[in-house]
């Protein structure tokens, strides 16, 4: 039998010279094709990203589906004139005075921001923009089968809400058209398993204009599958000897200014609750947290700890806020308000390598149980250029060391990722790839000496003298909320068995039928099993689709003959219909999925 052909990779912008002028130049000319297009239409920046590129227009008619089709096909014929790229520097006068005879306001504002040289990128001799490139030679090298234009946006001019709202096209762009469809081919796949649609389907979670964006409302059925992922880390921790604690959800601003979030976060946190307009003024009151770790080192605080003691462990799900822009909030991934599966180890510095090894212990068996087996690890530390990080060079040296080594004991593929460190310290990340070959970030593990110090975190040591403990930021989920997004497009909605949060439906053919299911549901909670009775007097055909739609693992369907026997007819969602089976039989083995967190009913 031959092996089915790897799927078509597709590179990201940052792989790929080539691309990166491709999509950059494809951003130009999209923007000339639209300003052709349309009267009174003005461009703002275009950039490449990893995925396309995009431009944002101060437009006066919002950009309609039907106008992305004028748009692509006049780039297409631009792209088809063999037009050069050239590039031209000018003074900063020069470059007013051509800006202001346009009349191109938004361009002004860039312009101001420059350093010089100032560089032009003509388009032929028909249109020009503020860049700094890099753009392809010609147009000819960029195939105009293999660009297109997918969704229209709203974003904030400079992504500032009190600034104009402008229109942003997003387009992509690659070098061959066989690139093109697989890329549309799988923004098929990832509309199918978008777990915003699948979410509410599913009967998951919810949005509510009234509550506000970026704040998921967790329903029922949501409610047992964020409590069935909490229980099982909970008992992984107890296990490695994790302490829960609960903190609360708002604290003084002081805490913050002390830990550096105040200070380095600031614009990313809720806005500062005062009892007067003084108090406001002078920065004194409370604010929402963006971390639980400040909280945990008040509780480590509390005792003067020995060497005994450590390592301390404390986890809790924390829920954090984080004042995310409108623009930047997508579904359960990025969210105002989510919950990090948070822990804080305090540990001697001699206990520091081996107690980084446990957590990527927990870490990796986390993603082994849930069946997230692409993945790489990222080394986060210091970039050349952070200019918000806290603590001493050395304090950083040491820690940066620390998961160096653990990562050579381990031997893990990594890379690393220069300016990706929290400010506070470096970090080791993990890296989900998912069907799709989109990345995202899920566990965590940082190594910090600089909050212990902030905090002035002492330890008695073997000697009777007073030390500095180091602290370990962990969590495997990251957030539950983004969690539960990732699993949902990861699975399609067809949970495992031990996850679904109904995970047997029994489906009586006939009211006759109705008492046995009920007594079958009966057993079957006994044991641990989540299983409920399709109890509304419809049809079979339609009880099976209501099943489906909603992706019961396994529907029973239970009739006179079945009841005879002792039995169900199975239907499974990963196993397909394996036909009859004992009553009897499937309590024990949907007791055995439940106990084994297996993803099937049936080994």
């Known amino acids: 039998m031959s092996t089915p052909p790897a799927p078509l990779h597709l590179p990201r912008t940052s792989e790929s010279d080539q691309l990166l002028r491709i999509r950059h130049s494809c951003s130009h000319v999209m923007a000339m094709a639209v300003q052709r297009l349309f009267k009174n239409v003005q461009v703002t920046i275009g950039p490449w990203t990893e995925t396309g590129f995009y431009y944002d227009f101060d437009a006066p008619k919002p950009f309609t589906p039907r106008d992305l089709r004028k748009i692509r096909n006049v780039m297409q014929n631009v792209l088809r004139q063999n037009l050069p790229f050239r590039r031209e520097e000018v003074s900063r006068q020069e470059a007013q005075q051509r800006i202001e005879a346009i009349g191109e306001s938004y361009k002004l504002e860039i312009l101001a921001d420059l350093h010089e040289p100032i560089t032009l990128y003509h388009l032929g001799d028909q249109w020009w923009d503020l860049c700094a490139g890099p753009h392809v030679a010609n147009t000819a090298e960029i195939n105009p089968d293999a660009v297109d234009l997918e969704t229209v946006a709203g974003a904030y001019w400079r992504g500032d809400e009190t600034k104009a709202q402008l229109q942003r096209i997003y387009g992509t762009a690659f070098e061959t058209p066989e690139q093109l469809a697989e890329h549309k081919r799988r923004r098929e796949e990832a509309q199918r398993r978008d777990h915003r649609r699948l979410g509410r389907e599913l009967g998951l979670f919810l949005f509510s204009d009234s509550v506000g964006p970026g704040l998921p409302l967790w329903t029922p059925r949501g409610t047992q599958l964020r409590s069935l992922l909490e229980d099982y880390l909970r008992q992984q921790q107890q296990q490695r000897g994790y302490q829960p604690v609960v903190t609360p959800h708002i604290a003084r601003v002081d805490l913050f200014r002390t830990s550096g979030h105040w200070q380095n976060y600031k614009d990313d946190m809720f806005p500062l609750m005062a009892e007067n307009d003084s108090r406001r003024t002078a920065e004194e009151g409370f604010v929402m947290k963006p971390m639980n770790c400040p909280f945990h080192v008040q509780i480590y605080k509390a005792e003067l700890r020995s060497y005994r003691d450590l390592p301390y462990r404390l986890a809790e799900f924390g829920t954090v806020y984080r004042y995310e822009q409108s623009g930047e909030l997508g579904g359960l991934t990025r969210v105002r308000g989510f919950t990090v599966d948070d822990s804080h180890i305090f540990v001697t510095p001699e206990q520091l390598d081996e107690e980084f090894l446990h957590v990527v212990d927990l870490i990796l068996t986390v993603f082994k149980d849930l069946e997230l087996h692409r993945f790489k690890a990222r080394l986060s530390f210091r970039g050349p250029q952070n200019n918000k990080l806290i603590g001493r060079p050395e304090a950083w040296d040491q820690a940066e060391a620390a998961i160096r080594r653990a990562v050579d004991r381990l031997g893990m593929d990594s890379v690393e990722g220069p300016g990706e460190a929290a400010f506070y310290g470096p970090k080791l990340d993990f890296l989900f790839s998912d069907a799709l070959e989109r990345e995202w970030q899920l566990g965590t593990v940082q190594v910090d000496y600089n909050l212990p110090e902030r905090f002035d975190l002492q330890y008695v040591a073997p000697d009777g003298s007073r030390q500095r403990p180091v602290m370990l930021h962990r969590a495997p989920f990251g957030s539950l909320e983004r969690l539960i997004g990732i699993l949902i497009e990861e699975y399609g909605g067809d949970?495992?068995?031990?996850?679904?949060?109904?995970?047997?439906?029994?489906?009586?053919?006939?009211?006759?039928?109705?008492?046995?299911?009920?007594?079958?549901?009966?057993?079957?909670?006994?044991?641990?099993?989540?299983?409920?009775?399709?109890?509304?007097?419809?049809?079979?055909?339609?009880?099976?689709?209501?099943?489906?739609?909603?992706?019961?693992?396994?529907?029973?369907?239970?009739?006179?003959?079945?009841?005879?026997?002792?039995?169900?007819?199975?239907?499974?969602?990963?196993?397909?219909?394996?036909?009859?089976?004992?009553?009897?039989?499937?309590?024990?083995?949907?007791?055995?999925?439940?106990?084994?967190?297996?993803?099937?009913?049936?080994?």
Do not use: Y
Not at 523 to 544: N, P, W
Not at 554 to 569: H, R
Not at 575 to 587: D, F
Not at 590 to 602: C, D, H, M, S, W
């Open 495 to 603: 949970l495992p068995f031990w996850l679904a949060p109904e995970q047997i439906r029994i489906l009586p053919v006939t009211t006759t039928a109705l008492p046995a299911a009920q007594q079958l549901v009966t057993r079957l909670c006994s044991h641990g099993v989540r299983a409920a009775v399709a109890d509304t007097g419809e049809r079979l055909g339609k009880l099976i689709r209501n099943g489906e739609t909603r992706k019961i693992p396994v529907l029973a369907i239970l009739g006179e003959q079945e009841m005879e026997a002792g039995s169900v007819n199975l239907r499974t969602r990963r196993q397909g219909n394996p036909g009859a089976m004992a009553q009897t039989r499937l309590v024990e083995a949907a007791r055995e999925a439940v106990a084994g967190r297996r993803a099937t009913l049936i080994p």
